[in-house]
């Protein structure tokens, strides 16, 4: 059975200061994420356990816990890529086909953004913003993500996230969300996110066919 690994980051923990710490990058990556990738791995391994012995007893709690810890795997492996250093690949705002979807869809970078921000900010708990890619209207949508697996539509494709659990800002802006999603701004890989757009679309293409 394949075991999930810990990726490695594409810059160093220190690289998007101001926006983000270095000591905040570390805890987050080398702590957080690699409790998710271990949580998953070891909901794999008892699921197989449970399997080859015939005791399902608790199936429903492991269920529950592959679901979490792999959602926080999957979610900030692509996190850690949709963020690049200020003026070495982040910031400024997206170009070609992708900006040409967020405004036929959200009216524009501005309304965009102040959607995208308000949905962040106004999330109740731990979760995440995400901009998904939906097959089956084939249009950008922004949802809002609860802790790690819950109240996101099933077939939607995340190509944009921006991680609201507190472990992810607190020991640089303490409870003012709005200035830390502010400062992502700065740091977004809007080259990252096309990418993921344009894969999403290619790969999705024709799979789901409701209307």
Do not use: C
Not at 168 to 188: E, G, M, P, R, T
Request: proline share 3%; hydrophobic share 40%.
């Amino acid at each position: 059975m394949a075991k999930y690994t810990l990726p490695e980051l594409p810059y160093d923990y220190a690289a998007l200061e101001p926006s983000i710490s270095g000591k905040i990058m570390e805890l987050h990556h080398s702590k957080h994420h690699q409790a998710y990738v271990t949580g998953a791995n070891t909901a794999l391994e008892q699921l197989a356990e449970a399997r080859e012995s015939g005791n399902l007893a608790n199936v429903n709690k492991l269920e529950k816990d592959l679901a979490f810890n792999l959602g926080g795997h999957v979610n900030h492996s692509i996190f850690w890529t949709n963020l690049a250093p200020a003026g070495n690949g982040g910031g400024g705002e997206p170009e070609g086909e992708l900006r040409a979807a967020i405004d036929e869809f959200f009216g524009g970078f501005d309304k965009f953004q102040a959607h995208f921000t308000a949905a962040a900010t106004g999330i109740q708990g731990s979760g995440w913003a995400v901009l998904s890619w939906d097959p089956i209207g084939a249009q950008l949508i922004i949802q809002q993500l609860f802790d790690q697996q819950s109240n996101t539509a099933q077939g939607t494709v995340p190509i944009f996230q921006l991680d609201m659990w507190e472990h992810a800002f607190y020991l640089d802006y303490l409870n003012v969300k709005a200035d830390y999603v502010k400062a992502a701004w700065n740091i977004a890989n809007w080259a990252n996110v096309a990418q993921r757009f344009e894969t999403a679309r290619e790969k999705t293409s024709g799979l789901l066919v409701l209307s």
